[in-house]
């Protein structure tokens, strides 16, 4: 039973490039999500992968309900165990996230509030969405630091923010989100600003978290090899669509996409001796001003003069695995090296 099920999801905002007091009558919107699916099983964990500005944030933060105050509008169905969010008011979205769908952010210093202790924001949700009392409540805030990994947890509590380290604080937020035992886990970009010692031991306590809870996982990243040891299934997003989308061991096996392909080439590897990484040349498109056809093709070294005519869809390529789609219309063979198809 898939625990959040995505189709035809859109995310428009006004254009307000014209006006600075905002959109005139008439005017157009600009789409940073376009035409997105996806779904996530209970105990899943997909990996959504791109370069910043793509589409995997504004994608989450739609399904999260938190896009309204920018004016932004969500069109499609977001089905959350069946229940179709994007009907719900602000009241009923509230109930759903936190105890339904939580978050973890990138950046644990912004996220976590400078003038509040960690066990008085972690006990917040506890006290008043759950009925905890105050010495209950911090019971259990010391058995979550626990579960992370936060040595001393009781001695935690009374800590403010900045004198955790990066690491320690990420942690605290893991354990806010999973406080209330959520059925789906959004982890955007949860080990940008970690080294990779501790970049490892987050992603070793997400994916343990998520098997001992049998949660759903969304994990946000621009970097393939984050997703590789712990994600079953990847989506790849490219210009607001999804690009690819195959269970991790095909991907990485076989990839399609021009696009996953280049990505791959930049990821650094301990059996190959490299100069310089190669680079995709150019930049992702501005959502205001998309390409023709292909939202890649300016920028693949294997595009076609057709490439420009129309948006591609989603095709099973020959010979992949069953659930492999690309959004090529000449995408590389099954078993093709795919170093020798990205760019230079």
């Known amino acids: 039973m898939s625990v959040l099920e995505v189709e035809h999801l859109r995310v428009a905002y006004p254009d307000r490039a014209g006006s600075p007091s905002g959109p005139s009558p008439g005017a157009s919107s600009v789409e940073t999500v376009r035409d997105v699916s996806f779904s996530v099983a209970e105990g899943e964990a997909l990996g959504v992968v791109g370069e910043s500005g793509?589409?995997?944030?504004?994608?989450?933060?739609a399904v999260l309900g938190l896009l309204g105050h920018e004016g932004a509008e969500v069109h499609g169905r977001i089905a959350f165990e069946g229940r179709d969010l994007t009907r719900l008011g602000r009241r009923q979205l509230r109930?759903?996230?936190g105890s339904g769908i939580a978050l973890v952010s990138q950046d644990a210093l912004s996220a976590l509030n400078p003038a509040m202790t960690i066990g008085a924001q972690m006990a917040e949700p506890l006290v008043r969405y759950d009925g905890h009392n105050r010495r209950r409540a911090k019971d259990k805030c010391a058995e979550l630091l626990d579960l992370v990994g936060i040595?001393?947890?009781?001695d935690r509590l009374g800590n403010y923010p900045h004198e955790l380290s990066g690491g320690m604080r990420q942690r605290v937020l893991i354990a806010m989100a999973v406080s209330r035992e959520p059925r789906l886990l959004i982890a955007d970009e949860p080990t940008t600003a970690l080294d990779v010692t501790i970049q490892s031991q987050v992603l070793g306590l997400i994916d343990r978290l998520r098997r001992e809870l049998r949660m759903a996982l969304v994990l946000i990243t621009h970097d393939l090899?984050?997703?590789?040891?712990?994600?079953d299934r990847i989506a790849v997003m490219y210009g607001g669509r999804i690009v690819e989308t195959a269970p991790t061991t095909a991907l990485f096996d076989a990839p399609g996409?021009?696009?996953?392909?280049?990505?791959?080439?930049?990821?650094?590897?301990?059996?190959?001796?490299?100069?310089r990484l190669p680079a995709i040349p150019?930049?992702?498109?501005?959502?205001?001003?998309p390409p023709p056809g292909c939202a890649f093709q300016p920028r693949c070294t294997m595009a076609r003069p057709e490439c420009g005519d129309a948006v591609p869809e989603l095709l099973h390529p020959p010979g992949a695995h069953p659930e492999h789609t690309v959004r090529c219309p000449h995408p590389a063979p099954a078993g093709e090296p795919h170093t020798e198809r990205v760019p230079a």
């Open 257 to 275: 996409h021009p696009y996953t392909r280049a990505l791959m080439a930049a990821v650094p590897r301990l059996d190959r001796q490299v100069d």
């Open 225 to 231: 090899g984050v997703v590789a040891g712990v994600t």
């Open 151 to 154: 040595p001393g947890p009781r």
């Open 54 to 61: 793509c589409g995997k944030s504004q994608t989450m933060l």
């Open 282 to 289: 150019g930049f992702p498109p501005h959502p205001a001003d």
């Open 95 to 97: 109930q759903v996230r």
